[in-house]
């Protein structure tokens, strides 16, 4: 149909003549985005939370219970110095369970949470740390240039 659906942003060849080899391209949504805040802004702008987080298995699961259902929640894995989620006292290793209201599921469904939130909003999260229920509030702030 001659829609973009996407722009390559790297790509990986095992051959000198690139016929065996593997591309990532960003999708044409976050392609938008980014162009819109370019000629908005002048630059891309983020919302930052300072942190990482990671999906668990069943077994990983395990290692929380009593509190945490199988296919609900995020492992804390990291937590950046200075971030908003540092700030509001979030530790690795923490588990995340609710994000402004939401119950969080998956990874894809905690971005599209994220990167709908304006920046400067503050937001509750719940999380398990210890086996104990916690609630804490952060303020989104805008990602610090690198």
Known sequence: KGQVIGINSSKFSVEANDEIGISFAAPI???KETFDD???DGRVVRNWLGLSLNQLNRAGHNHFDPGVEFGKGLLVTSVEEGSPSAQAGVLQE???LKFDGHVVES???MRKLFIALPIGKEIEIELLRN???MTMKL???EKPSL
Do not use: G, N
Request: overall charge positive; hydrophobic content about 55%.
């Open 29 to 31: 949504e976050v392609v």
């Open 38 to 40: 370019i000629i908005k």
């Open 94 to 96: 923490d588990f995340l």
């Open 107 to 109: 990874m894809i469904q």
């Open 131 to 133: 086996k104990q229920l």
């Open 139 to 141: 303020k989104l702030r």
